[in-house]
């Protein structure tokens, strides 16, 4: 059974065994949750990256998938890299956002990885609306089948906890 958390503040500050990362296909880095990663995590997150792009993913990581990296200098084992939809107003995406949470859940559970945090994948620079974004993440997480036994949702500010605290009560 896992269990859903929430917590305000900066998912570089958290401590869990994976932290995922709300990526763009380059996975060299970018804005919002990607930077701050970068930046607190140090180099060693970067050089993972590269080698990802130079081997298994020479196009990028295609939107809706999750890959694994050390997390360097964070309190974590691993960062797990994934890429959201950009938001559509004419185009049903919503597909890819949920496999974001699923396929990060899947790499987290091959890892061994227990407690898990995400950021609101695609609510920033990709604008999903963080009202649908926390229903389809919350939704998902809670269909999953993982051994994953925490999911700790971190939320940048207070009105996008509000927002998932209404959807897990
Ligand atoms: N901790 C927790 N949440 C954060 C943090 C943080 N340190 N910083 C921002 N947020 P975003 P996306 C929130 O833009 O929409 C990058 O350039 C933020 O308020 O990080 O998936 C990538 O390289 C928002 O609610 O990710 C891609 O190009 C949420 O995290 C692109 O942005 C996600 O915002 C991905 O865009």
Request: glycine share 8%.
């Amino acid at each position: 059974m896992t269990t859903i958390t929430l917590v305000q503040g900066d998912i570089t500050r958290q401590s869990a065994d994976a932290i995922v990362n709300a990526a763009n296909s380059s996975l060299l880095g970018g804005g919002g949750v990607d930077g701050a990663i970068h930046r607190r995590g140090g180099p060693a997150i970067l050089a993972e990256c590269r080698d990802l792009r130079a081997s298994h993913y020479g196009k990028g990581l295609p939107t809706g998938q999750a890959v694994a990296t050390t997390a360097g200098e964070l309190e974590a084992s691993w960062v797990i890299h994934t890429v959201g939809p950009v938001w559509s107003a004419t185009e049903d995406r919503a597909h890819l956002l949920a496999s974001c949470y699923r396929e990060a859940l899947r790499v987290a559970d091959e890892l061994g990885a227990r407690t898990v945090a995400f950021p609101a994948v695609s609510t920033g620079v990709y604008r999903w609306p963080m009202e649908d974004a926390a229903r389809i993440a919350v939704e998902t997480v809670r269909a999953a089948e993982t051994a994953v036994e925490e999911v700790r949702f971190v939320l940048f500010d207070e009105a996008a906890y509000e927002v998932f605290a209404r959807r897990i009560r």
